[in-house]
């Protein structure tokens, strides 16, 4: 049985409480239902509470644990059921479809456009949209939807409650007024990630994964073949989900030719056109707004290349000419206006045999990097052998698609729980020709031969590599970059149909139980999970909420405790109201159990970390410590920076106290998570407003 998730389910712990979920009469829905809904979420309830439920007359379900944020908590914006918006909603009205998707006020065109890619698949957007679902017969004010989570599909449950002002939705919405399911799919994503707010930019490859349970690649479009239109092709005939992006100008403002800048689309179709000068290569986009079309060459209003085409053809492309969001383009044109494309390769469990798509075959395997036990770290480190080993064997090419005799593949290694967690780590992948007789490489194997490829070392959370080589025996090693990290990772290897690959794991020298002293230093340190439950309760308000003042009292106590005894007398009010602050979701600084629950596991991982660079065990580090500590929590500097750290961060002796850790990673790690949610498809610029950059730098 699927559990329903009350929070991010990209959580390394098991929660400390189930979803709680409540029911609610009509009498306290419509005006009153933001006022009712926000006092609910500020119950947030502790632990020992989780299985109360309320119940009313009419028997319909409020989520109290959405996260609600600062738009949907306005005096203006009223929380609303689909039957209070209009009188006869429907779930789905004539199939679900890649038009059925309208943007709101969130900068969410990155998850609108892994939407609409899923709409063009009616078997993949059942997967993750239950179709039997309705208004009608089982009603009971609740929907459910599913979302792939690092190797398995997991269930969320959400109330239908949808925020309005004056009557009309003010994030996604389908053009058939009484269409809901698109409205309601967003709120459940938004509900797996922590909120509305969390959608509000983000990568579209990353939706697209959580999804369909496929393989993410980006690439540039100028780097694409020579013949871009067969690739792209050859990707569609896969099965690929492929979205793209210009990302030159200022965030949503359109180019002289109706291009939206950092502004995610979806690539539908390549087709072969027959006209009347000849055939020409075009690609299908669609502008999930609905509205916004190229104006260039072959657009719907103004492309005088269509008096070209026949009807007959324009029929059988389903050219539609109005400005409703999807429009056709040269390849030529697609390669200057866009950028980058993300593609989301599928596997075969998730497409139909009569699709006519050839999807790849799929294996999957979980592994871990433990200190001193399997995270050797990068070849330069001299304990690379050290990282897990699998055994990856090819032994049939791929079909005449080119007259090279090779073996195509996808290699997919993901770090998990990074969104929920805070800790990036900088990955990357290895292959290597394998030893004659050996299963796994020796360090003697791996010193005497280059790799015949390699992924380049990334903080993203999933590094793709996808390639060719001849038959044969190879090992692929996945690895950090830096040595001793700990982490989690999902290895997924996707190769032509028909081809035995199969990956192996490298023995474990001793099973990871019994290193648990070596891998957690922080049980000596911090109380544990159901203590810190208990300190919540006792340090928190009434309202189970959570003050910078609350946190004080409960860190100050949990250090008292345990190894790091003294340390507290280094804890100050300031580094408690920067630590609330980073981790407000709802900009009220305060937290709920769910938000202190995800700051506790920074604490726990970061104190780790702090131990294990305590080289000299006098609760400080050195200034030396400081930059192999940042690395092992994921984060590298420039000398610049660790300038700015000795003159911001440091005692007057140039140590860095425990408390002053903490509160120096959550800001360093705060403001790289900020400048990453700006910037959208990962080019390392962005663009902000005046007001977005006060309110950035001020509330931290």
């Known amino acids: 049985m699927k559990k329903s998730w009350s929070v991010s389910s990209e959580s390394s712990l098991p929660p400390l409480e189930d979803d709680v979920e409540s029911v609610c009469s009509d009498e306290l829905l419509g005006s009153q239902s933001r006022r009712w809904l926000t006092d609910l979420h500020n119950r947030d309830l502790p632990p020992e509470s989780a299985d109360v439920h309320t119940v009313g007359r009419d028997g319909l379900l409020v989520d109290i644990h959405f996260p609600l944020g600062e738009l949907e908590m306005h005096s203006g914006v009223t929380w ?49 949209v239950p179709v039997e679902q309705s208004f009608k017969d089982g009603y009971n004010g609740s929907f459910t939807f ?26 996604l919405s389908s053009p058939e007024k009484h269409e809901f399911w698109s409205s309601l799919l967003e709120k459940a994503y938004a509900k797996l990630k922590g909120g509305y707010r969390a959608l509000d930019m983000g990568f579209p490859h990353e939706a697209m994964v959580d999804m369909t349970g496929g393989v993410a690649e980006v690439l540039k479009t100028d780097l694409l073949p020579r013949d871009a239109a067969a690739f792209l092709r050859y990707l569609l005939s896969k099965g690929a989900l492929i979205n793209c992006a210009n990302c030159q100008g200022s965030l949503e403002q359109k180019n002289e030719l109706g291009i939206m800048y950092r502004h ?90 009569s699709s006519g798509v050839l999807p790849w075959c799929y294996m999957m395997h979980h592994g871990n990097w433990v200190p001193s036990i399997t995270a050797g770290g990068s070849p330069h480190s001299g304990f690379f052998w050290q990282n897990p080993q ?29 969104r929920r967690t805070g800790i990036k780590l900088t990955i990357g992948l290895h292959i290597y020709k394998a030893h004659p007789t050996n299963t796994y490489l020796s360090p003697e194997d791996l010193g005497a031969v280059p790799p015949v490829l390699q992924a380049p070392y990334s903080s993203r959370r999933e590094v793709v590599l996808r390639d060719s080589l001849p038959p044969g025996h190879y090992v692929i090693i996945p690895s950090t970059a830096e040595l001793n990290q700990q982490g989690a990772f999902l290895l997924r290897v996707l190769t032509e149909q028909g081809n035995k690959a199969t990956p192996v794991h490298k023995p474990m020298p001793q099973d990871i139980s019994s290193i648990t002293e070596v891998s957690f230093p922080h049980l ?51 580094h408690c109201k920067s630590l609330v602050v980073l ?17 506790w596991d920074k604490i726990r991982r970061w104190t780790d970390i702090f131990l294990v660079f305590d080289k000299n065990k006098t609760q400080r580090l050195e200034y030396q410590e400081v930059t192999p500590a940042l690395k092992a929590a994921g984060i590298t500097v420039d000398e610049l920076v660790m300038q700015l750290v000795g003159l911001r961060y440091t005692e007057p002796d140039l140590t860095i106290s425990y408390p002053g ?3 120096l990673l959550m800001k360093l790690e705060s403001m790289i998570h900020k400048f990453q949610a700006y910037d959208m ?19 931290n």
């Open 80 to 128: 609303k059921r689909p039957r209070e918006i209009c009188p006869s909603p429907q779930f789905i009205v004539n199939g679900a479809s890649r038009l059925d998707v309208r943007q709101g006020r969130l900068n969410d065109c990155w998850l609108l456009s892994a939407i609409t890619s899923l709409a063009v698949h009616p078997s993949l957007l059942e997967k993750v």
């Open 146 to 171: 599913r979302f792939w989570q690092y190797g398995q599909w997991e269930e969320v449950k959400i109330d239908d409650l949808l925020p309005t002002e004056g009557n009309n939705l003010i994030y």
């Open 264 to 353: 995610a689309y979806s690539l539908t179709a390549v087709e072969k056109v027959k006209t009347a000068h000849g055939t020409v290569d075009l690609v299908r986009i669609l502008n999930p707004w609905g509205d916004t079309e190229w104006e260039g060459p072959w657009s719907d209003l103004k492309g005088p290349e269509w008096n070209t085409v026949s009807i007959e053809e324009q029929k059988r492309l389903d050219r539609v000419n109005r400005e409703d969001g999807e429009f056709w383009m040269s390849v030529s044109d697609f390669r200057q206006q866009f950028e980058v494309i993300e593609v989301c390769y599928l596997t075969d469990t998730l497409t139909e045999p």
């Open 390 to 418: 699998f055994h990856f064997e090819l032994s049939k090419v791929d079909s005449d698609r080119d007259s090279k005799k090779t073996c195509s593949f996808v290699l997919a290694l993901m770090q998990k729980h990074q």
């Open 524 to 574: 000596a340190a911090l109380p544990s999970l159901e203590a810190i439950g208990q300190l919540f309760r006792k340090h928190s308000n009434k309202k189970m909420l959570c003050k910078p003042v609350h946190l004080h009292s409960l860190l100050t106590e949990a250090i008292q405790g345990g190894v790091l005894a003294g340390s507290e007398k280094n804890l100050a009010l300031e």
């Open 583 to 599: 981790m407000d979701t709802q900009g009220i600084a305060q937290l709920n159990w769910h938000e202190f629950q995800s700051l």
């Open 661 to 663: 850790f903490l509160y």
């Open 681 to 699: 498809v990962g080019m390392g610029t962005i663009t902000v407003s005046y007001k977005q950059w006060l309110h950035m730098t001020m509330y």
